[in-house]
C-alpha cells in the first residue's frame, strides 16, 4: 500500500469512529465531570503506557483549559506521574496495587477516578491480564463513595462494566483508539470550560 492509500485509509476508519461513537456516553462523562466541579470534589487520572501520557494530558487540560477568572477551579491529580512514588509502591506492594495504594491517601468520598485503557482490562500478553490496577482502583473509588469514568476502545473490555459511565472507542486497533482518546479529552475539557463560564453561582 502506498502513502496516500494508508492516510486516505486512516482518515476513513477515524470518520467511522466518529459516525459510531456513542454521543450519550459523552454527554453522561461532561456532565459528571460538571457536577463534580460544582461540589468541589477531586479528579484523579490514571492509565498505563501510552494511555499513561493521555491520562497526565487530560489532567493538564481539567486543571488548566478550564480556568475562568472567579470561578472555582478543578482539583485534578494523575496518578501515573510521580515516577519515584511509582517504583516505591510497585516494588513494595505490586503492580496491581500501584494506583489503589495512592487513592487510600488521597481519595475522599464524591471524588472521581477517570481511567484510559485501549483493551479495557480485557486480553492479556507476557506479564498476564492488562490493566488490572486500573480495574482494582476503579473497584476502590466505587466502594468508597466515589464516581469512576472509563475511556476505552474494542469492545469496551471489562472496564465497559466497572464504570460509572465508559467512553468506549468502537474500533479494534490500538493507534486508533489512542488518538481518539485524545480528541475526546479536548472535546470534554473546552466543553466544560464552556459550562464553567456560563454556571451561576
Known sequence: ????????????????????ISREDIDKTIELLFDTWKKGNK????????????ATHFMCDLFKVTIVEGKN?????????????????????G??????????NLFEPGDVLICLSV??????????AWSQNLLKAMEYVKNNGGKT?????????????????????????????????????????FRLKEKIKGFKN
Open 43 to 54: 479528579v484523579f487520572f490514571c492509565g498505563n503506557g501510552g494511555s499513561a501520557g493521555t
Open 149 to 189: 469514568i472509563g475511556f476505552s476502545g474494542f469492545d469496551g473490555g471489562a472496564m465497559k462494566d466497572y464504570a460509572d459511565v465508559c467512553i468506549v472507542v468502537p474500533f479494534n486497533a490500538t493507534p486508533h483508539v489512542e488518538a481518539f482518546h485524545v480528541v475526546l479529552q479536548h472535546l470534554i475539557a
Open 119 to 128: 483493551h479495557g482490562g480485557s486480553g492479556k500478553d507476557k506479564a498476564g
Open 1 to 20: 500500500m502506498k502513502n496516500k492509500e494508508q492516510i486516505e485509509q486512516y482518515f476513513k476508519e477515524i470518520k467511522e469512529i466518529c459516525d459510531n
Open 73 to 93: 477551579r478543578y482539583k485534578a491529580l494523575c496518578l501515573n506521574d510521580n515516577i519515584p512514588l511509582m517504583t516505591a509502591l510497585i516494588n513494595d506492594d
Open 95 to 104: 503492580w496491581d496495587n500501584l494506583f489503589t495504594e495512592q487513592l487510600k
